[in-house]
Nanobody
């Protein structure tokens, strides 16, 4: 299993970014795929989950602004981030748990600043 996240960058407050996670060696039609983030000096936190049936859940701080989705045919998981705030600044990670193991993608840095 390999997860590769991309799409981070510098954006102004109120702007948008779309993160992508390429999932190799894993069937994203089953099981959950998740996005986590870790801000400087803080613990890593769960941001969004999408399960095998496409049911999503987002943490309170991003609900209504972020959307998680997946394209199972291309084995891609996305995190659309709108109305970004400075407090969204963090390294974002793609994650899944398979075969009783944790798989993390290399993070992608999102910086929200004017």
């Amino acid at each position: 299993v390999q997860l590769q996240a991309s799409g981070g960058g510098l954006v102004q407050p109120g702007g948008s970014l779309k993160l992508s996670c390429a999932a190799k060696g894993v069937n994203i039609k089953i099981g959950a795929m998740e996005w986590y983030r870790q801000a400087p000096g803080k613990q890593r936190e769960l941001v969004a989950t999408i399960d095998g049936d496409g049911i999503t859940n987002l943490t309170d701080s991003v609900r209504g602004r972020f959307t998680i989705s997946k394209d199972w045919a291309h084995r891609m998981v996305y995190l659309q981030m709108d109305a970004l705030r400075p407090e969204d600044t963090a390294v974002y990670y793609c994650y899944t748990r398979r075969y009783s193991r944790d798989f993390w993608g290399r993070g992608t840095l999102v910086t929200v600043s004017s």
